[in-house]
């Protein structure tokens, strides 16, 4: 579920092949829905779901104060005590609503309030996790940020802006000596500095620990009751195809509704307590909405893979594969792909991944079919079942839970259909149907941006979700939906022939394999397309072999045998094409790193189509002057 890079995870492909699924697949309840349409006559379509939500508590952390009375003992959130550590440092759900009412009372003594938010500056951690939960259950709304817009950023732009829009009562930093630098060029004067450990010079701060050691009194629950649908829970920063950051506002009722749409789906979540394995950051509202608040809301256990999906980072995560045998399985495609190498050669590996598993997600981008029919038949070979392997649409705005498939695919590509309680609306735009989205789990708007949220809805109150969608099997909502492009990103060539970004761009990459990560599709106004290719080096030195070792990044990208392969590929890619609206005739590798504090790629690592355009310039001619000698020709 997903933002702007996640909504590729639906373009791969443009329909399911017909051949049955005969393999058997892995028992596990889901929804049996009945969908519905109504076709209007402004053309516009309505997809439902016929039933309701069944009641579900508001306060978000109910669910949390349920369990530990149910199981007070049981793994609540587990770390490793370091990257690479032994063990797992563990907290339970008894212990958990003891650190959420201390630093709960904690909040309420500081100068956090509903106008002064929690802006936390870490990745997922055991402390984060009491600090997101303990500004929840007092109902004070909590941000959590990026850590690269602290880490990888050099004049904290974005950070500045945030700060400024957000204007913190409470600023946390995990690490005081990492995030030092962040937190001296935005912390308000009169904002209270928290450190996880560590100091930074020259200002003023209060360790964890301390927070931990407030003793609550009643104001905790007094402050918990006041809560109602409406109460801001936390506020999501996006920075969506523009590149300037803009806050979500996610309300308690959302939050609980998406919980409820969640559960309504996977129903096997309510059979026994799911276990996760996930490195997804919670700045990111797939991790921080959807995954979190699952774990407690079903009784769960979360295990912080402080791994990647690279293959370095793989390392750590599948360490803890090998440990910890997930019931529920999130990662990108790319991850997928690491996974399933590493599965051919590790069979205690494949053995732990698979034993306990109901359900794989991807989202991210689309998943290559070799990737999907390896872990299909590695799933087979281990278990004797097929696993579900799903994706679906949404967005920060939607809580993400919007779009969801369950039924089983022979590929990449199909999102599903609306979750119960969502109304999908497809609007015909330039030929294709934009979706707009209505359901009690839509954020009501921007935190301090009334512009941005009239900008954002309709004059029915849909929210425009900024996608086209088409049916997997034309006049069968039931079956299914597919991505087909991003409204804005779509251009003309010099014919008037429109070019469907989303899709094309998508299925670009996976044609390349591994090799190039992601792409950026321009021709505007000219008469073929062409693509930068934002090339992985890891993979371009993996398929050079002993060639590439030793090669500095500009060496590898120049590589006459690298160049000779990615060439193949585009011409058999531009054999493969129906007319000139997707035939990439023309490639040009991207040889100097995005930029994030330039807008060209997001927290995520995706690359923004629009800011990449603009500021590579040359590039661009690069790719229609037939005598440069970085032009890869079909």
Not at 74 to 84: C, E, K, M, N
Not at 229 to 246: D, E, H, N, R, Y
Not at 377 to 383: E, F, I, P, R, S
Not at 622 to 628: E, K, Q, W
Request: charged content about 20%; overall charge neutral.
């Amino acid at each position: 579920m997903v933002e702007e890079a996640e909504r590729r995870a639906a373009g791969s492909r443009d329909s399911a092949a017909a051949t049955p699924l005969r393999a058997p697949l892995r028992p596990s309840r889901v929804w049996k829905p009945v969908v519905r349409t109504e076709e209007r006559a402004d053309g516009s379509i309505l997809v439902t779901q016929e039933g309701d939500l069944p009641p579900f508590p508001v306060r978000l952390t109910e669910r949390l104060l349920e369990w530990a009375q149910r199981a007070p003992e049981r793994t609540l959130f587990a770390q490793r005590p370091a990257p690479g550590g032994a063990g797992w440092n563990r907290i339970g759900y008894g212990a958990m609503v003891e650190r959420m009412r201390a630093v709960g009372q904690a909040l309420l003594d500081s100068p956090a309030s509903a106008d002064r938010p929690v802006l936390i500056l870490s990745g997922n951690s055991l402390d984060h996790a009491t600090l997101a939960l303990a500004a929840m259950h007092v109902g004070i709304p909590y941000a959590p940020v990026s850590p690269a817009y602290s880490l990888l950023s050099s004049d904290f732009g974005k950070l500045r802006q945030i700060a400024g829009d957000l204007t913190p009562g409470v600023v946390f930093a995990e690490d005081g000596a990492a995030f030092g630098a962040a937190v001296a060029a935005i912390l308000p004067d009169d904002a209270m500095l928290v450190l996880g450990r560590g100091a930074v010079p020259g200002k003023a701060s209060a360790a964890f620990a301390s927070l931990l050691a407030t003793p609550p009194t009643a104001a905790v629950e007094t402050a918990h009751a006041a809560i109602g649908a409406g109460t801001v829970a936390k506020i999501l920063f996006t920075s969506g195809s523009t590149g300037s950051p803009k806050g979500v506002v996610q309300t308690h009722g959302m939050l609980a509704a998406n919980q409820a749409m969640v559960a309504d789906c996977y129903r096997f979540l309510e059979d026994e307590p799911p276990v996760l394995v996930d490195w997804a950051p919670w700045n990111h509202v797939a991790a921080g909405n959807k995954v979190f608040n699952l774990t407690f809301w079903h009784g769960g256990s979360y295990y912080i893979d402080e791994g990647k999906p690279s293959p370095a980072g793989m390392d750590e995560t599948c360490r803890n594969l090998k440990e910890v045998s997930p019931s529920w399985y999130f990662n990108v495609p790319k991850g997928y792909e690491e996974l399933s190498r590493r599965f051919a050669g590790d069979e205690a590996l494949r053995r732990s991944f698979f034993r306990d598993l109901k359900m794989m997600m991807y989202a991210g981008a689309g998943m290559a079919q070799h990737t999907w029919d390896q872990l299909e038949a590695q799933a087979l070979a281990t278990v004797g079942h097929r696993i579900r392997l799903v994706s679906g649409l949404g967005s920060t705005e939607t809580g993400p839970f919007a779009i969801a498939g369950t039924d089983p695919q022979p590929q990449a590509g199909n999102i599903g259909i609306p979750a119960k309680a969502v109304v999908l609306k497809l609007v015909p735009s330039a030929g294709r149907l934009e979706a707009r989205l209505k359901s009690p789990s839509i954020t009501p708007g921007y935190w301090r941006r009334p512009d941005l949220t009239r900008e954002a809805f309709d004059g029915e109150g849909f929210y425009r979700l900024g996608d086209a969608l088409k049916f997997a099997r034309p006049g069968r909502p039931e079956e299914g939906f597919l991505f087909d492009g991003r409204v804005a990103e779509n251009f003309k060539l010099d014919t008037g022939t429109w070019v469907a970004v989303g899709p094309l761009r998508a299925a670009l990459v996976d044609h390349f394999g591994a090799l190039v990560r992601d792409a950026v599709i321009a021709g505007e106004g000219r008469p073929e397309i062409g693509a930068l290719g934002l090339a992985d080096l890891a993979e371009c030195r993996r398929h050079l072999g002993p060639a590439g070792e030793g090669l500095g990044d500009a060496e590898l990208l120049a590589h006459p045998a690298l160049r000779r392969h990615l060439g193949e590929r585009l011409r058999h890619f531009a054999e493969t094409a129906t007319g000139s609206a997707t035939r990439v005739a023309r490639l040009v590798l991207i040889d100097v790193p995005p930029s994030m504090d330039r807008g060209e790629v997001t927290d995520k690592g995706s690359l923004n189509q629009r800011a990449v355009l603009a500021n590579r310039a040359e590039l661009v001619a690069a790719l229609y002057d037939d005598g440069d000698p970085r032009l890869i020709r079909a």
